[in-house]
């Protein structure tokens, strides 16, 4: 099985499906398949932080207080599943006005990696989308492609980047082929 310093998740069309600018706790679930895909992974001790995007803020679309109460839901499943959540990490720019944390920028992983004193370049960047995957590229991860959420859109329009390391159906598939 392979063991990462650290697996950074992206959220919207990774762990949940992805209906656009989820601003509500009654509107966020994981897929069926993703607790029991991240129970798989953290047997060998694997620990995940998630990356996310929300430029629902900056379009004033989701209020930071729906979004807070979504992560105690995100971060009290994990615990009872004894999946290792170190952190979630937001961005909420416009991408026509994004700083640095916003994806494919480097921000939210270089705070992970200064918090939680990680070895990015032993790391897995997991996410639907293709500024996930340059995301982990930039700092030297192996990252894996889910088609779920965008992902089908995604592998075609980018089936030769050089930026993906492992495609997968979904991220159960994708981590039952590590953990062969
Ligand atoms: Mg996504």
């Known amino acids: 099985m392979k063991k990462f310093d650290c697996i950074f998740l992206d959220r919207d069309g990774t762990l949940n499906p992805d209906p656009g600018y989820i601003n509500n706790i009654l509107d966020y679930n994981f897929y069926d398949f993703t607790l029991p895909a991240l129970k798989m992974m953290c047997k060998n001790n694997n620990r995940f932080c998630i990356v996310t995007n929300q430029s629902g803020v900056a379009r004033g679309l989701i209020p930071i ?12 499943e994990f615990s009872a599943n004894n999946i290792s959540l170190l952190d979630i990490y937001m961005c909420f ?18 705070e992970a990696k200064k918090e939680y004193n990680i070895k990015l370049s032993k790391c897995l960047m997991v996410g639907d989308s293709i ?3 340059e995301a982990g590229k930039n700092l030297g991860m192996e990252t894996m492609l889910v088609l779920t959420g965008k992902g089908k859109e ?19 598939e994708g981590f039952r082929q590590l953990c062969r």
């Not at 979004?67 to 995100?74: R, S």
């Not at 720019?93 to 270089?110: E, T």
């Not at 030769?160 to 991220?171: E, G, H, L, P, W």
Request: glycine share 4%.
């Open 131 to 133: 500024i996930d995957m």
């Open 154 to 172: 995604t592998l075609k329009n980018f089936q030769d980047s050089k930026c993906i390391t492992y495609f997968a159906d979904n991220i159960y």
């Open 65 to 76: 207080k729906n979004l807070n109460i979504i992560n105690d839901f995100i971060k009290k």
């Open 93 to 110: 720019d416009h991408p026509n006005n994004a700083s640095i944390r916003r994806k494919p920028g480097s921000g939210m992983f270089l």
